[in-house]
């Protein structure tokens, strides 16, 4: 009787020995909430622009390996529908929004934001 108490404690022990490594043990972090450097999102750019952006995206998400950007490269009117019907949140062109396109936003409780990136520049390169 001694000898199957001794063999029932060991079996316990290691039991709860087992479920304490295992709850112990990493597991990957999931994150539910997204922010600038962390998440995943879908933007719309401007074809024009594909090869600046490309570029910018293999930096960026190299240097935040948890953000993942999905870039769809169309024409400006089909970006711009895009955004406005709400399927993209982010679109990259080379024009700011109209007058009427932001009042549309605005009537939806949107309010658009807008970064200049670069301006156009003409340069005349002479010799003597």
């Known amino acids: 009787m001694k000898h199957l108490k001794s063999i029932i404690d060991t079996q316990l022990i290691l039991a709860f ?24 999102i879908k933007i719309a750019v401007d074809e024009s622009y594909q090869l600046l952006v490309d570029a910018e995206l293999y930096t960026f998400q190299s240097t935040y390996k ?6 769809i490269y169309l024409p400006e009117d089909s970006i711009l529908k895009l ?22 936003l605005k009537g939806k409780s949107y309010i658009a934001k807008t970064t200049l990136i ?5 340069a005349f390169i002479v010799n003597k």
Not at 84 to 94: A, K, N, P, Q
Not at 118 to 122: G, I, K, P, Q, V
């Open 83 to 104: 955004f406005l019907e709400d399927s993209v949140r982010v679109i990259i062109t080379s024009r700011k929004l109209t007058e009427n396109e932001e009042a549309y």
């Open 118 to 122: 670069a301006h156009d520049a003409l």
């Open 66 to 71: 948890d953000a993942k950007v999905s870039p």
């Open 17 to 40: 020995a087992f479920v304490f490594l295992y709850s112990c043990q990493m597991k990957p972090q999931k994150f539910t909430d997204e922010t600038p450097t962390r998440g995943n």
